[in-house]
């Protein structure tokens, strides 16, 4: 991709210095305050120590520090980040009158967010109870070398894709889609690869964009493409070993994926990205 560092990071929050452990709301005490609530414990017959902030760590984020070296070594990729969250959103604002620029979080091995505590592990993901994409930039080694999807524009693929959820929550099909699957637990799996699919669809609309203004360079759809391959269900599930099981997909097949992804390519239409019309989005 053709990019220029030095972007507004008006819309970044980089939070990679924190931990990322549970807190703890109870009493934090020295070994004669635990002695102590033990002895009333067994006078009284109550449970005193369970006043104790027994609080444990989630994941190997928990007590992560500043690291200035890893820092200077992301920054690259932190610019890069910027550069696509901007021109994704500046390209959303001009489509839609009614969007608004959601944020997006920097984090290092687990996060706590409106949607409860994730590991990075888990992936890039969007919380529409805060309206942030969360992303741990290791991820994208991952995705250069577990999932053999390397490039600036596949990279670029992940956050349109998160960015792709802001928009459906922006225009009410995040909350529509998630009542349905309450109402309909049995349907919640293909309303969810449905739902992915469409982010898939609208990441493609921005990529449209881009390649309209010149931004794209020889490869680049290649990537964006090999990426939206890379992880869909189907593979991971080969990869790791196990059966393909079709029911139990929520992104979509890497056909799928990638058909979505392309059509969003092609037409830069949001209005044709609706996979919740069709009997079958395959």
């Known amino acids: ?47 005193f120590l369970s006043l104790l902030d027994t609080s444990q760590p989630v994941g190997p984020g928990t007590g992560s520090v500043p690291d200035p070296q890893r820092d200077q070594r992301e920054a690259p990729q932190v610019e890069f980040v910027k550069f696509v969250l901007n021109d994704a959103q500046d390209t959303w604002q001009k489509l839609l009158p009614e969007y608004r620029r959601a944020k997006l979080v920097l984090f290092r091995d687990a ?44 990279q670029a693929y992940v956050i349109a894709h998160e960015l792709g959820h802001h928009v459906q929550n922006v225009t009410g ?15 919640a799996n293909a309303l969810s690869v449905r739902m992915e699919l469409q982010a898939d669809c609208l990441a493609g609309v921005w990529g449209h964009s881009t390649a309209q203004r010149d931004i794209l360079e020889k490869g680049d759809v290649e990537e964006g493409l090999g990426a939206a391959a890379a992880i869909g269900d189907d593979r991971i599930q080969s990869q790791a070993g196990g059966r ?10 890497s056909r799928q994926r ?25």
């Open 111 to 154: 996060i706590d967010s409106a949607c409860g505590m994730a590991e990075s592990a888990s992936g890039p993901f969007y919380c529409p109870g805060d309206e942030k994409v969360y992303i741990d930039l290791a991820f994208y080694d991952e995705l250069k070398q577990r999932f053999g999807a390397p490039g600036d524009f596949a």
């Open 258 to 282: 990638v058909a979505w992804f392309r059509k969003g390519l092609e037409t830069g239409d949001p209005s044709q990205c609706d996979t919740f019309k069709l009997p079958d989005p395959r």
């Open 1 to 47: 991709m053709r990019w220029t560092p030095g972007g507004s990071d008006q819309d970044v929050e980089d939070r990679r210095g924190e931990g990322g452990g549970r807190r703890g709301g109870g009493l934090k005490v020295g070994l004669v305050g635990v002695l102590v609530l033990l002895g009333l414990s067994l006078l009284t017959g109550r449970n």
């Open 173 to 187: 099909v995040e909350p529509q889609v998630r009542r349905r699957q309450q109402a309909r637990p049995r349907e």
């Open 244 to 253: 393909v099981n079709p029911e139990s997909f929520t992104h979509g097949s």
